[in-house]
């Protein structure tokens, strides 16, 4: 548990400061009001909780983020793989963790009447995004991080080659995403990040497939 906190103070750090920010927007607000907690393409609201969920939603999400994320070691059976990765979690914790405070940050925010900025959380998006590309390439074989599909698990070779393309992949999404959040309307940045995360997603398993094919034929 120690270990646990002193790898991730500053996530742990930014979880505690969302959940105190949740304490006084719930303390300063009347029960009965609803809470905008989505919004659609277009950036408007289209979906409002009560209070007590509305501003917690975010903070729960962080813990389950950093308990799960930091404790794959205890489902992983290729821990020496997973020890070398940790970059790349810790990458990923502290991006989510920050993510998160923003979105609680912009629900509080339109909660008390001000204009809410969903670019804002597609900058979030796209940086991470392009953060998890960087690291990608660099990632081992594991069973629980990574583009995990029969043919990868397979083969050291697969994996290492499957990887780095899937790193290329999401690097450019995540740029294209965060160009879009700063350039685009709210409508065409979600459409930007679609357009570019899911090849992004799907390619690599294809291609791990077709190295298979390849290695199998050989």
């Known amino acids: 548990m120690k270990k646990m906190f002193?790898?991730?103070?500053?996530?742990?750090?930014?979880?505690?400061?969302?959940?105190l920010?949740?304490?006084?927007?719930l303390t300063l607000t009347d029960g009965d009001v609803r809470i905008p907690t989505?919004?659609?393409?277009a950036g408007d609201v289209d979906g409002t909780s009560s209070p007590l969920v509305g501003f917690f939603v975010m903070p729960l999400v962080q813990l389950f983020t950093i308990l799960l994320l930091s404790?794959?070691?205890?489902l992983e059976p290729r821990k020496e793989h997973l020890e070398k990765s940790q970059g790349l979690l810790?990458?990923?914790?502290?991006?989510?963790?920050v993510l998160f405070a923003a979105i609680q940050g912009q629900i509080i925010a339109v909660s008390?009447?001000?204009?809410?900025?969903?670019?804002i959380i597609f900058v979030g998006v796209g940086i991470l995004i392009a953060l998890i590309g960087n690291y990608m390439g660099k990632l081992q074989s594991t069973f629980t991080v990574g583009i995990r599909t029969p043919w990868t698990l397979s083969s050291e070779h697969i994996w290492r080659k499957t990887h780095r393309l899937g790193g290329k992949l999401l690097l450019a999404s995540g740029i294209a995403?965060?160009?879009?959040?700063?350039?685009?309307?709210?409508?065409?940045?979600?459409?930007?990040?679609?357009?570019?995360?899911?090849?992004a997603a799907v390619i690599p398993i294809i291609y791990s497939w077709v190295?298979?094919?390849?290695e199998q034929s050989n």
């Open 6 to 19: 002193a790898k991730h103070q500053i996530s742990w750090g930014v979880t505690a400061l969302t959940i």
């Open 90 to 97: 810790f990458i990923v914790i502290l991006g989510c963790s």
């Open 211 to 214: 190295l298979w094919r390849k």
């Open 38 to 41: 989505h919004w659609n393409a």
């Open 112 to 119: 008390f009447g001000h204009d809410g900025n969903s670019s």
């Open 71 to 74: 404790n794959l070691h205890l």
């Open 177 to 199: 995403t965060t160009a879009g959040a700063l350039l685009l309307s709210p409508e065409l940045q979600i459409q930007i990040m679609l357009a570019t995360i899911l090849p």
């Open 21 to 25: 920010s949740g304490i006084i927007a």
